[in-house]
């Protein structure tokens, strides 16, 4: 019913179940980061995970409640999808 309507199954990683796969329903995904932390190789390996999915958009969204450093993942996150940049270009 998701794939015939389009709509994104939302799936999360926590820290009490983390996410073993991604089940692509749409042409776009939605995921809930919530663990504690992500450290610079856990950000690359979910960058990797989205970018595998061919998804037009995705819509990722980190925890924010406690530690409030939700904004701080998403920017390091957003960084892992822009090209690097060409020095002396």
């Known amino acids: ?7 994104a199954l ?3 990683d926590t820290d009490e179940k983390p996410l073993e796969e991604i ?8 995921l809930r ?12 390996d979910w960058m990797k995970r989205v970018q ?3 998804w037009k958009d995705a819509f990722v969204f980190f925890k924010h409640e406690d530690e409030g450093i939700g904004p ?3 920017a390091q996150f957003i960084a892992l999808s822009e090209p690097p ?3 002396g270009g």
């Open 72 to 74: 701080q993942l998403a």
């Open 52 to 54: 595998e999915q061919k």
């Open 1 to 7: 019913m998701l794939r015939a309507n389009d709509c």
């Open 33 to 44: 980061l919530r663990k504690t932390n992500y450290e610079p190789q856990d950000l690359a």
């Open 85 to 87: 940049a060409v020095a």
């Open 23 to 30: 089940i692509s329903t749409a042409k776009w995904g939605y």
């Open 10 to 12: 939302v799936v999360s």
